[in-house]
């Protein structure tokens, strides 16, 4: 039975190897200009949110071994002053442990837990023509926004 719980981010470091494979999973998986975003988390960064409060990690476990993660950013709106958001940064499943619930229960979990850190709108962002872009609606959830991306440097 996979467990979804929160993590801290020395948690999730002490998994690195773990974490990197995932992280590399997902990267070859999602990412679109591999060419300009070449996967190098910044973890200082994500150290400094953590230490902030503003970092929420919630990790979905097999046994000992991280097989998803959902990486969160908790914090005041900056065009909302009175807005606590949490905004998804990361969410992320294990190709061989995408049968059965456990992306939605990482949703879920990630909902329960960013209103208990005083969350008042949840964001996601998706990629087109995937699971979550199908299952946003399912769960009550609308468009915020559409991102574009275009390639200004090295090489175009």
């Not at 979905?60 to 950013?73: H, K, Q, T």
């Amino acid at each position: 039975m996979i467990e979804i719980r929160t993590s801290t981010y020395d948690e999730m470091l002490a998994q690195a190897d773990e974490l990197f494979s995932l992280f590399s999973e997902h990267w070859d998986e999602v990412a679109l200009n591999k060419q300009v975003m070449v996967l190098k988390p910044d973890l200082q960064r994500y150290e400094a949110m953590g230490a902030n409060g503003n970092l929420l990690v919630l990790g979905a476990w097999d046994g000992d071994e991280l097989v998803g993660y959902s990486v969160n950013f908790v914090m005041q709106h900056l065009h909302y002053k009175d807005l606590r958001i949490c905004s998804n940064d990361l969410l992320f499943v294990a190709q061989a442990h995408r049968k059965g619930r456990v992306g939605l229960r990482l949703i879920r979990a990630t909902e329960e837990h960013a209103r208990a850190a005083g969350a008042e709108l949840m964001l996601w962002h998706g990629k087109p023509n995937t699971a979550l872009v199908e299952l946003m609606p399912a769960l009550d959830y609308g468009v915020q926004d559409i991102i574009f991306s275009k390639q200004l440097s090295k090489g175009v």
